[in-house]
């Protein structure tokens, strides 16, 4: 949450349950709700685990509700069901898919990439660099959960050590997860059967 206040672009991996949702929807509210930031930006790649059930009915923002769940509900509790709903309307919260970012600029916005482990270095590419000015990103994603061979946000990270950006990148660990005890178990269980621990 410190990085979230201080940085304009920030990493945060690790496994399920660990609060990086959370801690950035919640780090989003509290400067939308100071004025320090104008408008949230919701958005994630749309790549399903497993089956798809093909496409949704409605609007953009009704399109992308399922898959931005996890957020919107956090944004729900915190600041309310009708106050989310009213800032949504207003434009303060918006939902915006992955594919019509580029071309955008962000200013005085918040912009939480939740799933990110999931963008191709190209998207994480065209995405980070609408960042305008007074903006914060944050990208959230667990590399062991990625549904596809090559996470353009495992790339990043090594670009940011090897570059040194002055980009915070806050790695959680199994110790960290605070969902339930058996999430910890399981998270931990899975890594050891797959060997990555």
Do not use: H
């Amino acid at each position: 949450m410190k990085a979230i206040r201080e940085s304009a672009m920030i990493v945060a991996t690790g496994p399920a349950g660990t609060g990086k949702t959370y801690c950035a929807v919640n780090s989003a509210c509290n400067l939308l709700l100071s004025g320090k930031a104008k408008s949230v930006v919701l958005t994630r790649p749309n790549i399903s685990t497993g089956r798809s059930l093909g496409f949704f009915p409605g609007t953009i923002a009704e399109k992308l509700e399922p898959w931005l769940a996890p957020m919107i509900s956090e944004f729900k509790d915190r600041l309310g069901k009708g106050n989310y709903e009213a800032k949504l309307g207003s434009g303060a919260i918006q939902i915006q898919p992955l594919e019509t970012i580029r071309g955008a600029s962000f200013t005085d916005t918040v912009v939480l990439i939740d799933e990110a482990q999931n963008l191709t270095y190209e998207e994480l590419k065209a995405v980070s660099t609408r960042l305008g000015e007074g903006s914060t990103m944050v990208f959230m994603g667990d590399p062991q959960q990625r549904d596809q061979r090559e996470s353009g946000l495992v790339v990043f990270k090594s670009i940011i050590k090897k570059y040194q950006l002055p980009i915070p990148v806050i790695e959680f660990t199994i110790d960290d997860i605070v969902r339930s005890d058996l999430v910890g178990q399981l998270v931990k269980t899975f890594m050891q059967y797959e060997g990555v621990v």
